[in-house]
């Protein structure tokens, strides 16, 4: 062997099985390097034979399209197949811009139950309770920092959305839909409560959509509450421009007197926090609650006319739980609220 020799080695079958693989990928990522697919398995949070739980970091889109490079569904072809031939595939959305939980199937089986169970479609009853309450307690919890509190502490929003197309004739916008019913709308659902009070004209909350709209929370945020989620400036535009002229004074609920935030040396609060110039979008998926598909597959998968012949279940727990901590900038302005009040 010297070097500069030519060696042709022919494909084998689990080599062409990769390459189909890759085929999703686009163009400009077709090969993702040693650190990306290192970068992605260090997001995953859960594995088992149904499913991938990871912590999506913000500004990463799921699919991808060009000029749209590295997206999460490619790139999770690539690098998360572990022991399987293809690699898992996405069961619900989560914009580009906010973080957190995200949920892929790993066989098809368990990709059309999960379908299914984030899906608006009336949920008819299952010969097995156990699955049964396992899918009531599904929940995605986010927590997101909005500009103002909402009026009331919690409550319920019911505002469908529909989807109009701006003067450009490309870029779309969802918004509240004409109560008329002259348009086309989509239900749209989202519990909420305040998790403490006003400091920097801001507020957390947590959200809980039930049911599955692109932008969703964004919208009931912004103008169903009239709260926009902050560093959302697709819906909360002109409200940024005036938050960012407001004095940065509030009364201290249980004294009654003014504090001010404060800011901590050798923190970099430049990093999109609450203090930067322009803050990133703070909305991040927190919590997951959904029934241990794993499990259930065995008792999913029967024919109706062997739904009696149930196959013995694994003594694993029917619900899993998990929780995904916040980016950077979001523990930064959480820090910041919470920690430096004087």
């Known amino acids: 062997m010297e070097a500069g020799t030519r060696i042709y080695v022919p494909v084998s079958v689990a080599e062409a099985r990769i390459s189909k693989r890759f085929d999703t990928i686009p163009s400009g990522t077709l090969h993702p390097n040693a650190d990306e697919i290192e970068y992605l398995q260090r997001l995953v949070m859960y594995k088992d034979p149904a499913i991938l739980v990871l912590n ?9 399209n060009l000029p749209v490079h590295n997206s999460m569904d490619a790139l999770a072809a690539a690098a998360l197949t572990f022991d399987y031939e293809e690699g898992p595939k996405l069961v619900h959305r989560l914009d580009r811009e906010s973080s957190g939980l995200l949920l892929m199937g790993r066989t098809k089986e368990s990709v059309a139950h999960l379908h299914w169970l984030f899906s608006d479609i009336n949920k008819a009853k299952s010969p097995s309770k156990a699955w049964d309450g396992a899918c009531e307690a599904t929940c995605q919890r986010y927590w997101a920092l909005v500009i103002g509190s909402p009026k009331q502490k919690e409550g319920v929003i019911h505002a469908p959305l529909s989807k109009v197309l701006l003067d450009d004739g490309r870029t779309e916008r969802v918004i509240l839909a004409n109560q008329s019913g002259l348009e086309a709308s989509q239900e749209a659902i989202t519990e909420y409560r ?8 801001c507020s957390w909350i947590e959200l809980c959509p039930r049911t599955s709209r692109k932008h969703q929370l964004r919208v009931h945020s912004a103008e169903a509450l009239g709260t926009p989620i902050v560093g959302d400036y697709k819906y909360g535009w002109f409200v940024h421009r005036r938050w960012k002229q407001m004095p940065r004074v509030d009364l201290e609920p249980t004294t009654g007197k003014p504090y001010k935030m404060r800011r901590p040396e050798g923190l970099d609060v430049q990093k999109g926090s609450v203090l930067s110039k322009v803050p990133l979008l703070h909305l991040h998926c927190r919590e997951l609650i959904l029934p241990n598909i794993a499990k259930f597959l065995p008792i ?6 062997n739904q009696n012949q149930y196959p013995k279940l694994s ?10 901590s916040m980016p950077n900038h979001m523990k930064i302005s959480w820090n910041l609220m919470s920690s430096y009040l004087v």
């Open 56 to 64: 999506k970091p913000p500004k990463v889109p799921l699919k991808g």
């Open 194 to 201: 305040v998790l403490g009070p006003m400091i920097n004209g």
């Open 300 to 305: 999913l998968d029967l024919k109706p006319e």
């Open 315 to 324: 003594s694993k727990p029917d619900i899993l739980r998990f929780v995904a």
